[in-house]
Nanobody, 117 residues
């Protein structure tokens, strides 16, 4: 079965950096668009960044220039490099794999990112 396992979350001070990883198994990773979402307490889940199967990147306006999404198809891993973090980035971050054309949509369990001094 498909599994997406996020790692790399934790507590970081404002202005700091973290790199999240999403290890995928049970799917043909290179054929999937890989997305990162986040959900803060009391708020809806929002798309943070995504990278298509072809390598095209997209970002939410509020993270553009601070976050970088990437993928390693040989290792079946998607990454989210986050820098210049602020308390507003505090959330649970989720990895998502999509093949919209075929209706495939998979989620990881999430990893907590807390930005606080």
């Amino acid at each position: 079965q498909v599994q997406l396992v996020e790692s790399g979350g934790g507590l970081v001070q404002p202005g700091g950096s973290l790199r999240l990883s999403c290890l995928a198994s049970g799917l043909t990773f290179s054929r999937y668009d890989m997305n990162w979402y986040r959900q803060a307490p009391g708020r809806e889940r929002e798309l943070v960044a995504g990278i298509s199967d072809g390598g095209s990147e997209n970002y939410a306006v509020n993270v553009r220039g601070r976050f970088t999404v990437s993928r390693d198809n040989a290792k079946n891993i998607a990454y989210l490099q986050m820098s210049t973090l602020t308390p507003e980035d505090t959330a649970v971050y989720y990895c998502n794999a999509q093949r919209t054309r075929y209706g495939f949509d998979y989620w990881g369990q999430g990893t907590q990112v807390t930005v606080s001094s």
